[in-house]
């Protein structure tokens, strides 16, 4: 028998919270009953208060990427331009998916790693009519700081729409919609959240149900509100994942502070660990969401892997340009402060091992 057991270090999909793990193992639930209904209002009243919005959340069953795609759908027309910084897979994706959609895409190429400053937008012509934004480049592990950058694109274009990938910074980031001037923004259940994989939420603060373009079918958000304002949606949901959701939220948002002080601190401590093992960390500014390293020199990512995997844990690489350049651990998923300090003590006897 190992003497270690099986540990998920991966930004998503995370290990699962109590309430998510109770909620799925109950009985398949019929979405169109009043318990059904009940649990959706839940869910969306408690990811609102997440967000801190005074708008609405839609909860669609697919990905994060899903609620990207709705609210470029939905949000802005053919031909529209957007602005894009691209420093990472995350902010790439907001580039392709504003492509696909048919949009005109302004894009800001930086280097994977580095986080967005305000003053690079005052080179930038417009007209525009939003700026699809990243708060957590979890590809990276990078942090944008979105209210200023919000607050600095919204003085030149005051018109525009500002959307963001929070993606993996609800419930793991401090977040907010209208107090930081973001419009809308996007994120999933298997982050923060804690739950598995199959939900994407789509954020849409007052101004932007004031300005909603609806397209589409399956991903039509003007369909999706008005029913889902009766606690159904208009397709048949995941039902049993959105019972995990209003269940892990009912007990996560009244201690919601010590929360994300908690993955503060546990990333801090990961950080130190493996500067102190002789790793260097990708990003300039740092999301609580991931640790993010390079590989030391002639160490492969497949070795490196493997040293985790011989003590049970499962870490992941790095993506687009640093792909088999960098690897990255996280304890955005349920975890306390002993996990923490416990992989800390991992990380150090992998980078021995090596």
């Not at 937008?121 to 708060?135: K, S």
């Not at 200023?148 to 929070?166: G, I, S, T, Y």
């Not at 923004?185 to 373009?213: I, V």
């Not at 969401?289 to 493997?306: C, D, M, N, S």
Request: with cysteine.
């Amino acid at each position: 028998m190992s003497v270690y057991r099986r540990r998920l270090l991966t930004p998503g999909p995370v290990e699962l919270h109590p309430k998510a793990i109770e909620a799925l193992a109950r009985p398949q639930l019929h979405h169109r009953t009043d318990e059904a209904r009940s649990l959706f209002k839940a869910a969306r009243e408690g990811l609102k208060q997440a967000w801190n919005t005074q708008g609405e959340v839609l909860i669609l069953t697919g990905s994060g990427t899903a609620a990207m795609e709705a609210l470029v759908l939905n949000l802005f027309a053919p031909g529209e331009r957007v602005w894009v910084p691209v420093h990472g897979k995350f902010s790439e994706r907001w580039a392709e998916i504003a492509q696909a959609m048919g949009l005109e895409v302004e894009r800001l190429d930086l280097e994977y790693g580095k986080s967005v400053e305000p003053g690079l937008l005052e080179g930038l012509e417009g007209p525009f009519h939003g700026a699809l934004l990243t708060h957590s480049e979890s590809s990276t592990g990078a942090l944008n700081d979105v209210k200023e950058l919000a607050k600095a694109f919204k003085a030149r274009f005051p018109e525009a729409l500002v959307v963001a990938d929070m993606v993996t910074s609800l419930l793991v980031s401090p977040v907010a919609l209208e107090l930081w001037g973001v419009d809308a923004a996007a994120s999933g259940s298997q982050k923060g959240t804690m739950c598995p994989p199959g939900l994407g939420y789509a954020a849409l603060s007052p101004r932007a149900l004031e300005r909603l373009k609806p397209r589409g079918y399956y991903l039509n958000l003007a369909k999706e509100l008005k029913v889902q304002k009766e606690g159904e949606s208009a397709w048949t949901p995941a039902i049993n994942l959105v019972a995990a959701v209003a269940g892990v939220l009912g007990e996560v948002l009244p201690q919601l502070e010590d929360h994300l002080c908690l993955k503060a601190k546990q990333n801090a401590l990961l950080y130190e660990a493996g500067e102190a093992a002789g790793f260097k960390p990708v990003p300039e500014v740092r999301s609580p969401a991931t640790t993010a390293f390079y590989l030391p020199e002639g160490v492969t990512y497949a070795r490196l892997k493997e040293a985790f995997a011989l003590r049970g844990a499962t870490i992941i690489g790095g993506q687009g340009a640093l792909k088999g350049k960098i690897f990255r651990v996280s304890l955005m998923g349920y975890s306390d402060i002993y996990d923490a300090y416990a992989v800390a003590e991992l990380i150090g006897e992998v980078a021995a091992s090596l």
